[in-house]
């Protein structure tokens, strides 16, 4: 059992590149979430998923898209990558609703030039 | 707008006490929670209160919660060098939205 995982750990793209972030969860949770971290703040939302073929977006949406063909799968695609998009992002997933049980994946380091 | 306020550090010696305050704004709040993360690793969720509790006693960890003054804190008892770490503070504004603070990196001291 897994939990949630996240590759790549780290990427180092120039601006206007693109790149898929892939999360996995080995748990059966029907939400998944999207979430980028940057210095001297919280966690921001960018998409999540209440299950399999569905998205929503969050609060930072702007420049990301999702996918989530697979329950177990979330994916989150830069199609041209901008410097303010250099920052860590967590994937995490949660049975249901209620968000006190959300897990979080170790993180995926990107750094865009 | 919401938002949840926290101290960006605490320093404590080992064997003491640590108390991490946190403000947030949104009073309809359904959940409060507290995050750990370690370095290089994902948040972990160490404890979360209802926003009709009080307190919230979890071994070493005792949550306090004053709705009145829309006030959080985390106590850690016996505090140890493995609990160094981040913590953040959130809340719960209903449906799939979370709202965190910015973390309090604990160093504790041995």
């Not at chain 1, 971290?37 to 399999?52: C, N």
């Not at chain 2, 016996?78 to 979370?98: L, M, P, R, V, W």
């Amino acid at each position: 059992n897994a939990g949630v995982t996240q590759t790549p750990k780290f990427r180092v793209l120039k601006t206007g590149q693109s790149m898929t972030l892939l999360c996995a969860q080995d748990m059966n949770h029907e939400y998944m979430y999207w979430y980028r971290q940057d210095p001297g703040m919280g966690l921001r939302l960018i998409h999540y998923s209440v299950g399999e073929g569905t998205t929503a977006k969050g609060e930072v949406p702007d420049g990301y898209n999702v996918s989530r063909l697979k329950k177990q799968n979330f994916l989150l695609g830069l199609e041209s990558a901008a410097p303010s998009q250099t920052s860590v992002y967590f994937c995490a997933s949660s049975y249901g609703a209620r968000q006190e049980t959300q897990y979080f994946g170790p993180g995926t380091r990107l750094l865009v030039l | 707008g919401e938002d949840v306020e926290q101290s960006l550090f605490l320093s404590v010696r080992e064997g003491d006490s640590s108390v991490i305050n946190c403000t947030y704004t949104d009073s309809s709040s359904t959940y409060l929670y507290w995050y750990k993360q370690e370095p290089g690793a994902g948040l972990q969720l160490l404890t979360y209160i209802f926003s009709n509790m009080d307190m919230k006693q979890d071994q070493r960890l005792t949550v306090l919660l004053n709705k009145k003054d829309k006030h959080l804190s985390l106590r850690i008892a016996d505090t140890q060098t493995g609990d160094s770490a981040i913590y953040f503070c959130a809340e719960a504004t209903g449906g799939f939205k979370t709202i965190f603070g910015a973390g309090t990196r604990l160093f504790v001291k041995a």
